[in-house]
Every structure is written in C-alpha cells, then in structure tokens.
C-alpha cells in the first residue's frame, strides 16, 4: 500500500505525518526551531533552521513514502542570492515592519488597481512590502537577491532543486493577479523605477 509524507512548516516547528492510502495515520513527528525579534513588531527566522527541523522529522518517520506533500506559513519571504544561498534571515508573515511600503503601493500604483488585481490590500505580511523594504533599508542584501521564496517554497526547492509555489499562496505575495492566476508585472513595473531608485 502507498504512503504519503505531509509535512508543514509552521511558525514555531516543523510537522510531518505518515499515512497510508486510506488516511489512517502511521506515524507522526515534530521539530521546533526558534522566532527572532529583534525589534518591536519584528519577526524573523533562520531558514536553515526550516530546513534542520524537516531533516529531523524525516528522520524520525523512518520510511521512504511514494509522495510528500508540503504545507506551511504562507506569507514569509526567504530571499536568495544567485547560488540559491540565503541573504539574511526570512522576514514573517506577522512581521509589521513594511507598514509605510503598503502605503507606497497604494500611492504608486492605485487603490483600485491593486484591490482588482490583488483581490486584497497590501498588508505588511505579504512578500512585495518586505522587498521594497529590503531594497530601502537593507541595498546590500537587496542587491545580492536574485529570488525571493515563500517558506514552503524554499523547503520544496531544497528537497527537489525546484522553484515553484501555488496559487495559494500566490495570492498572498501582493503582486499577482488573482482571477488571471500569473504574476502582474505591471504591477511590480510600476514599482520598479521606485524600487531602484532610478
């Protein structure tokens, strides 16, 4: 009989449960890993930690299952380098820190543009904030980034050596068109001049 692997990555550890094709479960396990705050309204994690904390469970599971499946905290950016390598800790979903860039969206690209495309306002969790704040306060690191990835995402590209999401979490980056379902790069162009400080 088949077995599947889900795993979550979550905001405080990692989870995985075995079951077989009929959903009874067979085995469970869970690694925890720590939240940074280095500031009021901040929240950080170490990616590596994501990736220490799923090598622990899979482990503990004990078995080769025939698929996996990936769930985790939406929201949360990983950015990386050209060699795939992480720039500087994830920024979190219930990190706040970007609350003036939601408002340069707004003001750069329209309230009802955004709302039509986006099917949400941009809020501080979301992806698109967190690089416009990366390329204001931190240019050294938003320089070296290549790609930015959702924490299950960047998971699933270390177990696979593939970049993907879904659309899910899609919807939750702030950049894509939600009844289209691909990414609205007029959006992102109109930031862009801004972003790079032409």
Not at 125 to 142: S, V
Not at 172 to 191: I, K, M, S, T
């Amino acid at each position: 009989m088949a077995t599947l692997l889900g795993l979550d990555i979550g905001t405080t550890g990692a989870k995985a449960t075995l079951i077989d094709e009929t959903g009874r479960i067979l085995k469970t396990s869970h690694s925890d890993y720590p939240l940074s705050t280095p500031r009021p309204g901040w929240a950080e994690q170490n990616p590596e930690d994501w990736w220490q904390a799923v090598r622990e469970c899979i482990s503990e599971i004990g078995e080769k299952p025939d698929a996996i499946g990936l769930t985790g905290q939406m929201h949360g950016s990983v950015f990386l380098d050209s060699q795939d390598e992480v720039v500087r800790p994830a920024l979190l979903w219930c990190d706040q820190r970007t609350v003036e860039e939601c408002q340069e969206i707004d003001r750069l690209c329209g309230v009802e543009f955004v709302r039509e495309t986006t099917c949400n306002p941009p809020i501080p969790g979301f992806q698109l904030p967190k690089i416009i704040w990366l390329r204001r306060h931190e240019p050294e690191y938003f320089a070296r980034t290549k790609t930015v990835l959702l924490p299950k995402d960047y998971i699933v590209m270390r177990l696979t050596g593939e970049k993907s999401t879904d659309v899910s979490d899609a919807s939750g980056v702030g950049a894509f068109d939600v009844r289209r379902r691909h990414p609205e790069f007029r959006l992102c162009l109109q930031l862009q001049p801004q972003m790079t400080g032409e």
